[in-house]
């Protein structure tokens, strides 16, 4: 089972705060480090001392960073245009050696588009949006060195752009395609997508999403030679006793604007289970969502006491 640390910047952190905790997972034998892709706080709480842009984050960790993946969980498809975002995760690509992922999403949360001027459209045209996206920052990176790409979509057109900078990874980045949609999200991933990712729900929601994306991966004729991962995320609040396991689930029971969660609150071995169930399901990597990003003693904690128990799954 593959292991990544999945972080919320905008509940409050600074670049420094980031560096120190993806720094620490590095060392703690994590095998990616993700962020989320928002400019505001879900909750009451504004995330002092404000939001933090995600592709200028991952491109100073990939400067000072040597091993860990780095990458979006995920980018939301009305914040960039696709032709300057592949040009932005290429280049990072190149500053990281090859350790760059790019996760996509169609976007949600409204607040923070009127709060900073987004446009924030229609469910069904940020969904077409993220499709052209998709289609769009693919088909650059694939094209042949010397060629152009050209792209005419109802919402994006690209004409002749001659598709450069490459990437280090070839064509491209691993591309990841979250959430819980039930149609378009499983269409997506199955036609674009080289993971997907299931956030935060039951097993028995994600064993659904799964089934859903291979459906979909069928309906597509997905080629075999091209198996798309399937990976969860897990939110987790461990303690050595059970008083340092519910102080840290604590901020999990304030209201915010998430949907619904099926966090692991308790022990390592709670989690090492809910890992087992997820690798049963068909997940062969989980990403892992902690709260605290200076409780890089949580960190030690997973590292030292479930890594080595699921690194056979």
Not at 28 to 53: C, N, V
Not at 95 to 103: K, Y
Not at 143 to 167: I, N, V, W
Request: glycine share 10%; charged share 25%.
């Amino acid at each position: 089972m593959r292991v990544s640390l999945f972080t919320e910047p905008h509940r409050g952190a600074t670049y420094d705060d980031q560096l120190r905790l993806a720094r620490h997972a590095e060392d703690a034998g994590f095998e990616g480090f993700f962020r989320a892709d928002h400019y505001q706080s879900m909750g009451a709480d504004p995330g002092l001392p404000g939001p933090t842009d995600a592709w200028l984050t991952l491109a100073g960790l990939a400067r000072e960073t040597s091993r860990i993946r780095l990458g979006t969980m995920v980018n939301s498809a009305t914040f960039r245009l696709p032709g300057p975002l592949a040009i932005m995760v290429a280049q990072v690509d190149a500053m990281s050696g090859g350790r760059i992922e790019l996760g996509m999403g169609a976007g949600w949360l409204e607040r923070e588009h009127t709060s900073y001027g987004i446009p924030f459209p229609p469910l069904g045209e940020r969904f077409d949006r993220l499709a052209e996206q998709l289609a769009i920052v693919n088909g650059l990176w694939a094209t042949p060195d010397g060629e152009t790409f050209s792209f005419d979509g109802k919402h994006y057109r690209l004409l002749d752009a001659p598709a450069l900078p490459k990437p280090v990874q070839r064509p491209g980045p691993p591309v990841i395609v979250g959430g819980r949609g039930p149609k378009r999200t499983p269409e997506l991933a199955a036609r674009f997508a080289d993971e997907f990712n299931m956030p935060f729900k039951t097993v028995a929601e994600t064993t659904e999403a799964f089934d859903r994306v291979r459906r979909a991966c069928e309906t597509y004729e997905r080629p075999a030679d091209r198996p798309l991962t399937l990976s969860a995320g897990i939110v987790v609040a461990l303690g050595r006793t059970d008083e340092e396991a519910r102080r840290r689930a604590a901020p999990l029971h304030v209201p915010s604007a998430l949907p619904p969660e099926d966090p692991v609150e308790g022990s390592p071995d709670a989690l090492v289970q809910r890992i087992g169930e997820m690798a049963q399901a068909g997940a062969t990597r989980v990403h892992l969502r902690i709260i605290d990003m200076a409780d890089l003693d949580h960190l030690d904690l997973i590292a030292d006491r479930v890594l080595p128990q699921v690194g056979a799954l």
